[in-house]
């Protein structure tokens, strides 16, 4: 059965210094109208600094925003900060922004989950997200 | 008239469109009060008589990746491809005031903009550009004063006199709170910053442009067309408040003030609100602030086709696009233009994108025919009332914002306080969430996007990166900090630190703190420690 999104939390941040938040905080509006519920945590923090509070706020889903060209530099530590806490299997990590084609599979095969480049749709990651977490909770746990 | 005319048409912004305009929408326009000629209060035709008859707008393609030496390299291929004007993009750690080896630094050392940690990088960014004849552009906000610093040090070396530099320092620090967001400092403490650049400027290099007021990153940002003009406007207003504080004459300062704009698809909104400003500013300098020079009084600008309009899909649809903003910014009377890359929905612009904007300005320039006349939309019933309408609703937010100031200047304390509460970014966020909502429902056409989707796309040269640069630029750092005296360092910055603490202008502190190779990241650290170092409130 799908989860209600009143169900889901969801974290959302921007690594590094990069300052395009325009993306980032119109998602947070559309899962907040959604009925999620959002964090936020801003701009220029660290992998670490995500990790931790992912950790500390029990959040279902990681939403990062990359408009720097840094993704591939970043999201490597973002993944190594959620294996080090044991909730990199249980956080649904999703990336957005300015990402080339070709690093798109780079990023999934470092356990990003869902790559969101600019244009994409509010409406789309709403569904993903529901998806992914409904998957993820009628799994039994290990 | 048919139903479809009857249907209430907006434009991009929300202003009401009616299917047909005639003599009586501009029943309380008076031509010679309102309009007047080209070159003449207020300045709403264009700033100058003859406009492109005279002379075209610059074409000042903004560029900036990797080390100096590449970017150099970049600058000197556009000077050669019919550029006329240089203007540097900082990349991220620059522009915030980090030095490359930061933490928070790793993976953007030279990717978005040049890298420029101390002033020798400095030196080889104009490496062979004779700097007392091209035009350059420095885009930076809340470090502006270092960069400014760096920039009169490296003349000063080359034996330039500073009264004959022409060029712009960005040093809009409120902008930075709302749009483009490479903050450092607090509001107070960068306004301040930035209003030392301009009483610095006004007395030691008096043909430089010490700040250009922008709307463009509000826009990015996701502002309508109405509040980028009135939030510009307002913070223009409240940069002259500051300097007529620091007791400048107002005629003395507000000839080197200047603008930047983006420009949206909506061409006729476009037009209207480049037209509008120019009749706002010179009004406002005039009654409001009592100027006495025309040049004080009319408002010049540089444009840049949105980025954000920029679709993934289908990128040679983003020429058509640039084309048409390009062209709005020229109907609306631009002094300089950046048509933005057609490529730059996936990273920043590779050297044909770049060709191709270039080629769309000569095209407008040469082409088009558009150059012949000045100001050909002017006595348009639709356009003119269009200007009417955007100017009103502009005055609406900033006489808001005027009523959260006090005092005898009130738009300097008023947008202060508009920062800290958050009412400029969070209007701005609503805009950028309904604009997308329009999207996403289909009421708003993107051509490739929400419709006409074409099967498969076309695989683009991407700007191909050189992560070595990175590891490079930060060992040209440590080679930098290895050839100082640690005594001197030392000293220049203590002195800024005292400098500061005493609210004295800064600009002859950081001069020496360059000039004995402090890095950009060290004097930034000085000012972070007196001041504080601003947080993202993470507002949405």
């Given amino acids: 059965m799908a989860t209600?999104?009143?169900?889901?939390?969801?974290?959302?941040?921007?690594?590094?210094?990069?300052?395009?938040?325009?993306?980032?905080?119109?998602?947070?509006?559309?899962?907040?109208?959604?009925?999620?519920?959002?964090?936020?945590?801003?701009?220029?923090?660290?992998?670490?600094?995500v990790a931790q509070t992912a950790l500390q706020e029990d959040v279902d889903v990681v939403g990062i925003s990359i408009l720097s060209g840094a993704h591939m530099r970043l999201i490597p530590r973002l993944t190594k900060a959620l294996r080090e806490r044991g909730?990199?299997?249980?956080?649904?990590?999703?990336?957005?922004?300015?990402?080339?084609?070709?690093?798109?599979?780079?990023?999934?095969?470092?356990?990003?989950?869902?790559?969101?480049?600019?244009?994409?749709?509010?409406?789309?990651?709403t569904e993903f997200i529901i998806e992914n977490v409904s998957r993820g909770r009628s799994t039994p746990q290990a | 008239m048919d139903d479809k005319n009857k249907q209430t048409k907006r434009s991009l912004s929300g202003l009401e469109v009616k299917p047909v305009y005639t003599p009586d929408d501009l029943a309380n326009t008076d031509f010679a009060r309102d309009l007047s000629q080209p070159g003449e209060f207020p300045f709403t035709r264009g700033p100058y008589p003859n406009m492109y008859r005279g002379r075209l707008w610059t074409r000042r393609q903004i560029a900036g990746f990797g080390t100096a030496q590449a970017t150099n390299e970049r600058y000197r291929f556009l000077l050669d491809h019919g550029q006329n004007g240089i203007s540097t993009d900082f990349d991220h750690p620059t522009l915030t005031g980090y030095d490359s080896d930061h933490e928070l630094a790793e993976g953007e050392v030279g990717r978005l903009g040049v890298a420029i940690d101390s002033v020798r990088d400095m030196?080889?960014?104009?490496?062979?550009?004779?700097?007392?004849?091209?035009?350059?552009?420095?885009?930076?906000?809340h470090p502006a004063i270092v960069l400014m610093g760096m920039f009169l040090s490296v003349s000063e070396k080359r034996g330039v006199d500073w009264r004959k530099l022409r060029g712009t320092v960005q040093n809009d620090s409120l902008k930075e709170f709302h749009g483009q967001k490479t903050f450092a400092l607090g509001p107070g403490p960068s306004l301040k910053l930035t209003t030392d650049i301009v009483e610095?400027?006004?007395?030691?290099?008096?043909?430089?442009?010490?700040?250009?007021?922008?709307?463009?990153h509000i826009r990015e940002s996701g502002s309508d067309a109405v509040q980028e003009l009135a939030f510009t406007i307002a913070q223009g207003m409240a940069y002259v408040e500051s300097a007529l504080e620091r007791g400048l004459l107002v005629d003395s300062f507000a000839p080197r003030l200047s603008f930047f704009f983006g420009c949206h698809n909506d061409v006729f909104e476009e037009v209207a609100k480049y037209r509008a400003a120019r009749r706002m500013w010179a009004r406002i300098m005039k009654d409001r602030y009592k100027a006495g020079k025309p040049e004080s009084m009319r408002l010049r600008f540089h444009t840049q086709t949105l980025g954000s309009t920029l679709m993934r899909q289908d990128p040679q649809n983003n020429i058509a696009r640039g084309t048409l903003q390009a062209l709005a910014a020229v109907l609306g009377g631009t002094q300089s233009l950046h048509v933005s890359?057609?490529?730059?929905a996936f990273d920043i612009p590779s050297e044909e994108a770049m060709r191709m904007s270039l080629a769309t300005q000569l095209i407008l320039s040469h082409e088009s025919g558009v150059t012949?006349?000045?100001?050909?939309?002017?006595?348009?019933?639709?356009?003119?009332?269009?200007?009417?309408?955007?100017e009103d609703a502009a005055w609406e937010y900033?006489?808001?914002?005027e009523a959260l100031g006090s005092g005898e200047y009130p738009m300097k304390t008023g947008i202060l306080s508009a920062i800290d509460t958050g009412y400029i970014e969070l209007e701005i966020a609503r805009s950028a969430y309904e604009y997308q909502l329009r999207i996403e429902s289909g009421e708003q056409v993107v051509v490739g996007l929400n419709q006409y989707q074409s099967e498969g796309s076309q695989k683009l040269e991407l700007f191909q990166f050189d992560p070595e640069e990175e590891e490079w630029q930060k060992g040209r750092l440590a080679e930098t900090r290895g050839r100082r005296s640690p005594a001197d360092v030392k000293s220049a910055l203590s002195s800024l630190n005292q400098a500061a603490r005493d609210d004295k202008n800064l600009m002859p502190p950081v001069l020496e703190a360059v000039g004995v190779l402090a890095s950009e990241g060290e004097i930034l650290d000085t000012l972070r420690d007196v001041y504080g170092e601003y947080v993202d409130p993470g507002v949405f």
């Fill in chain 1, 87 to 125: 909730i990199a299997d249980d956080t649904i990590l999703m990336v957005g922004g300015t990402i080339p084609e070709d690093d798109v599979e780079p990023l999934e095969k470092m356990g990003v989950r869902g790559v969101f480049p600019v244009g994409s749709f509010t409406t789309s990651m």
């Fill in chain 2, 123 to 141: 030196d080889d960014l104009f490496l062979d550009i004779p700097l007392d004849e091209v035009s350059v552009s420095l885009t930076i906000n």
């Fill in chain 2, 200 to 216: 610095f400027c006004t007395n030691h290099v008096p043909n430089w442009y010490t700040i250009s007021i922008s709307g463009y």
């Fill in chain 2, 341 to 344: 890359g057609f490529d730059e």
């Fill in chain 2, 398 to 401: 900033i006489s808001k914002i």
């Fill in chain 1, 4 to 49: 209600q999104p009143s169900n889901i939390k969801i974290l959302l941040a921007k690594l590094g210094l990069d300052g395009h938040d325009r993306g980032i905080k119109v998602i947070a509006r559309a899962m907040r109208d959604a009925g999620m519920e959002v964090v936020y945590m801003g701009m220029r923090v660290t992998p670490d600094q």
């Fill in chain 2, 372 to 390: 012949n006349t000045v100001d050909p939309l002017a006595g348009s019933y639709f356009v003119e009332s269009m200007t009417n309408d955007i």
